[in-house]
């Protein structure tokens, strides 16, 4: 399984990012993806995630109402569109594949469940 995520970049506060994980090697039907993010000095953190097998998203206190995560099934890609960006979500974003066997919040957006990994991409948001 290969992921690689892009579309980070340097953003104003209020700005927009859309952020992209491509997947090879995996399915949809035996993967989900989430999204996590690191910041300097600070444990990585599950900001989303999507189970296209059975339609169910999740989403961190600190980004719901602003984040949208979504897939494209035919492309094998997943996709994070990121509004009203904050300096907070300043960090390197990664994406990773959970077996889809995995159900409810608590298992998806903790790291230890997650098989493979991106290289991440790094967003900055000025103040």
């Known amino acids: 399984v290969q992921l690689q995520a892009f579309g980070g970049g340097l953003v104003q506060t209020g700005g927009s990012l859309r952020l992209s994980c491509a997947a090879s090697g995996a399915t949809f039907d035996d993967y989900a993806i989430g999204w996590f993010r690191q910041a300097p000095g600070n444990e990585r953190e599950g900001v989303s995630s999507i189970n296209s097998k059975d339609g169910s998203t999740y989403y961190a206190d600190s980004v719901k109402g602003r984040f949208t995560i979504s897939s494209d099934n035919a492309k094998n890609t997943v996709y994070l569109q990121m509004n009203d960006l904050k300096p907070d979500d300043t960090a390197v974003y990664y994406c990773?594949?959970?077996?889809?066997?995995?159900?409810?919040?608590?298992?998806?957006?903790?790291?230890?469940?997650?098989?493979?990994w991106g290289q991440g991409t790094q967003v900055t948001v000025s103040s």
């Open positions: 990773a594949v959970i077996r889809t066997y995995y159900r409810g919040i608590y298992y998806y957006m903790r790291a230890a469940f997650y098989d493979y």
